[in-house]
């Protein structure tokens, strides 16, 4: 192929060259060409041809429309329009407290169960932060407050897990968890979680921890404690077991591939209670979850795998439907989904379960047509992700 010869700068173009035959300038004619520039500016154009003179004129005008263009085109460039910046998407958040251990025995044990669910958030990509570190100045109910200010403060619907590993303290009165530095009351937790606009998982792995049923139970919220009353004060094993089912999927009972809140708890308490029946120990602690609001909690002896018990009386009152869709580290298909599809799920989800617990007062008919006004909705959200 035939190169073209780039275009010389417009300071080395050959004038002429550019121009028409036509408009060419003529050869001077008068005895004094050739001579200085300095001295043709003083030359009279009297004694220039007449043809020159023309030429000269059109020439000037087309420079003057030319440099006209120019100017009019060397508009400066309109600024680039700016991308606005998207916010990052808030993510699930982990407080993770390691309270006043005691001894070194308690501490080494404590740490290794923390140790646990800082792996657990790491591949829940959850963000995480961590109060208990018994070298630092500040006391830990100042830093827990603090963190607790700006985490509920977000309005998102991804959780808020909050989980305290350590001792606890029931005096008849008030239960607290021990902390270095001031310990926090059940009280003390509820008023600062009080503006809370998130949904909110707290898990106490202590002692003497029911009592943070009744002044934490709320909406949108799940609470777990390790015993069923504040009277039980004995150390608290199933924080151990907890730690271990929340990050694998050895508590999965169903075999969805994730564990869920409800199955990590199933899972601690039935291996809590294992370990007293092998040892031939009186069990000491067992465990509660509430996450209907009531304030009265559930005992895992009435669940057979991961469903109530048949026959159990006042099932729709009892807790556990809402932990069941709570998974801290979840599945591929069940990131796939948004907070907003996932609320969306789980409302039809719990209608299911609704209908379950009224399939025997209803008719046939009744409980089919309603049955395919939920699985349909669903079907077609996580057709929706294909």
Known sequence: MERIAPEAPASTRNP??????S??????ESPNEGIHSNHLKSASL??????AIRCLGLLTCLAILVCSCSIANAQPPAPPTKTPAVAPAVRQHLILIVGASGTDEYKETFLTWATRWQDAAKR????????GDAESTAKDLEKLTTSLGEMISVETNEPLWIVFIGHGTFDGRTASLNLNGPDVSAEKMAELLRPAKRPIAFVACASCTSPFINALSAPNRIIISATKDGNQIQYSRFGDAMSQAIG??????????QTSLLEAWLFASRRTAEFYATEGRLATEHALIDDNGDTKGTRAEVYDGERLKLGIENAEQLDGAQAARWNFIRSEEERRLSPEQRQTRDALEQRLDDLRLRKVNITEAEYLTELESILVPIAELYESLD
């Open 16 to 21: 002429g060259s550019m121009e028409p035959p």
């Open 23 to 28: 408009l060419r300038f003529p050869r001077l």
């Open 46 to 51: 009297g004694k220039w041809p007449t043809t």
């Open 124 to 131: 829940a990509e959850a963000d995480c932060t961590f109060i």
């Open 248 to 257: 694998g999927l050895d508590a999965d009972i169903n075999r969805d591939g």
